[in-house]
């Protein structure tokens, strides 16, 4: 399955020109173009919907836990308690290198399927009780990226 070339949210169901551009997109960001074509047929088209619909049950499941501020130390910490390098875990964790270094140093803050493979393989806590409510969006980016599909919007409100 390929990511929407301008929201990166949803899987790609189309080929659409957007500003001369063909792009991968998924259904919401094909309407900001035309669509030039299927990337599935209709049976894959259902697959997708089920997969979506089982994501979004997941969800409402979630538990109330969030990452806390400090990972990144506690990650330290432990690494060094047990006397191996970022290196070492990376290789463990089966994840790139200068990926989990950046979560080390508290650069980037860890998917959360990378969190508690963290935990598990440390065998150390990295979330603590939420006040969100489950089923919110508990585990989100602390920074938000602008995508491609930012700047076409922001475009357009100029129009």
């Known amino acids: ?5 301008v929201c990166g949210k949803h899987e790609a169901e189309y080929i ?10 998924c259904g919401k960001c094909a309407r900001m173009g035309t669509i030039i074509s299927s990337l ?5 088209k ?3 919907r089920e997969q979506r619909a089982e994501r979004q049950s997941k969800s409402i499941l979630t538990t109330d836990k969030e ?12 690494l060094r308690e047990i006397g191996i390098s970022y ?14 270094e950046r979560i080390v140093q508290g650069k980037t803050r860890p998917e959360e399927k990378t969190a508690h493979k963290i935990e598990k393989e440390l065998n150390i806590e990295l979330f603590e009780e939420s006040s969100a409510p489950i089923g919110g969006t508990v585990f989100q980016k602390e920074h938000k990226e602008m995508t491609l599909g930012d700047v076409i919007e922001i475009e357009r409100k100029k129009k």
Request: aromatic content about 6%; overall charge negative.
């Open 16 to 25: 659409a020109s957007i500003e001369g551009a063909k792009l991968n997109v």
């Open 46 to 48: 259902e697959e997708i």
């Open 87 to 100: 290196h070492v875990l990376a290789e463990r964790l089966n994840e790139k290198e200068s990926y989990i």
């Open 67 to 78: 990452l806390i501020e400090t990972f990144h130390k506690k990650i330290q910490n432990r």
């Open 40 to 44: 599935y047929d209709e049976q894959r």
């Open 1 to 5: 399955m390929e990511e929407c070339e």
